[in-house]
């Protein structure tokens, strides 16, 4: 009996180490919110219907780190690179006049293109800085952000949907969707489960992005990106360009996050430019390592457990904090948790060998 049970404790344990014991913390947490924002009188059918939206929204943004994490880059800091080649796609799509689903696959289309080329030279640069990825990433992202705002200053737009009115230069910080392609996926085939609403086109497109993620990963090529991620070395011996890997897997990262703001724009309804999305990056990767990722290991299982988790918690401790402190706290639980985390990663031992 002694060893059974001992034996049951070590799968236990191996259980945990698998998943990841912040995940599980915080999923807990997260349940005892719900619990608690049920008890305050809160509704509580919004509030799922608002992590349903909110899951589908950053879902793709989060997937983008997949590739980066098994190529051995390391989370995708300079994720940032992609979503601005999303935004640009969406402005030409809304210059161009293009409206309902129409603007939006213009915009998808365009975003793929453009992120597979910035992503390209990305991973030139990266490997170049073996090492050093995640600095080097962060800083490429500052930096990137901050020149796009003097592009958007004097990029030759002309839509009044955009641009300043009465004479002023440049895009607006904030342009609307409302008339072009906002929420087009969250109100295709919208249905309610016991009152909660279920965004099944944002949901859907948001599985198909896993399902093409699912496929590269199991190609010829996602294959030999993962070999030379996971153990250089035996890749060159074995004939796989390790270099070459690297920029495929921060191509496709590249692409997915460009995506992922079309889809997070249209879900949102609008679309934020200038210095708005400098912090994106840290989002999806504190999201990712919260479903039981390492910098060295990440899996599409652990991508939809930490963006549920991450944005789950964040939709619930607004309300619940409102209404037991009188105070809006959730920009604070937001920065501990998404910090904490990255920290977390980057500090625990086992993240180098699993």
Do not use: H
């Not at 400098?278 to 910098?295: D, E, R, T």
């Amino acid at each position: 009996m002694n060893e059974k049970i001992k034996r049951n404790i070590i799968d236990i344990k191996d259980t945990l180490g698998t998943v990841g014991y912040p995940c599980l913390i915080i999923a807990l947490f997260l349940f005892f919110l719900l619990f608690y924002a049920a008890a305050l009188g809160l509704p509580l059918t919004y509030l799922l219907g608002s992590i349903f939206v909110r899951f589908g929204m950053n879902g793709i943004l989060v997937l983008a780190m997949i590739p980066s994490i098994k190529s051995g880059i390391g989370p995708n800091f300079g994720l940032s690179l992609g979503i601005v080649c999303g935004l640009v796609a969406a402005t030409l799509s809304i210059e161009f006049g293009m409206l309902g689903f129409t603007g939006f696959f213009f915009a998808v289309v365009v975003s793929i293109i453009l992120g597979s080329i910035i992503g390209y030279f990305y991973g030139l640069l990266l490997n170049k800085v073996k090492g050093q990825e995640m600095t080097v990433g962060t800083f490429a992202g500052f930096s990137t952000i901050s020149l796009m705002c003097i592009f958007w200053l004097i990029a030759p737009y002309k839509s009044y949907k955009m641009i300043w009115p009465y004479g002023g230069e440049g895009l607006r910080v904030t342009i609307t969707l409302q008339n072009d392609f906002g929420q087009v996926l969250n109100n295709w085939k919208l249905f309610k489960i016991f009152g909660v609403s279920i965004p099944t086109g944002l949901l859907l497109f948001f599985a198909l992005f896993c399902i093409i993620m699912w496929i590269f990963l199991r190609t010829k090529t996602g294959i030999a990106m993962v070999a030379a991620g996971s153990n250089p070395k035996y890749a060159k011996a074995s004939g796989i360009s390790v270099e070459k890997s690297r920029i495929i897997g921060m191509v496709v990262s590249t692409v997915f996050g460009a995506v992922g703001i079309v889809v997070y724009a249209q879900s949102y309804g609008f679309l934020q430019l200038y210095t708005a999305p400098l912090y994106m990056p840290f989002f999806a990767v504190a999201a990712i390592l919260i479903g039981g990722a390492s910098i060295k290991n990440a899996s599409i299982t652990q991508a939809l457990i930490g963006t549920f988790l991450f944005q789950g918690l964040l939709v619930v401790a607004l309300p619940v904090a409102n209404e037991v402190f009188a105070s809006n706290l959730s920009e604070i639980a937001r920065a501990i948790i998404t910090n904490g985390m990255i920290l977390y990663a980057l500090t625990r031992r086992e993240a180098g060998v699993e």
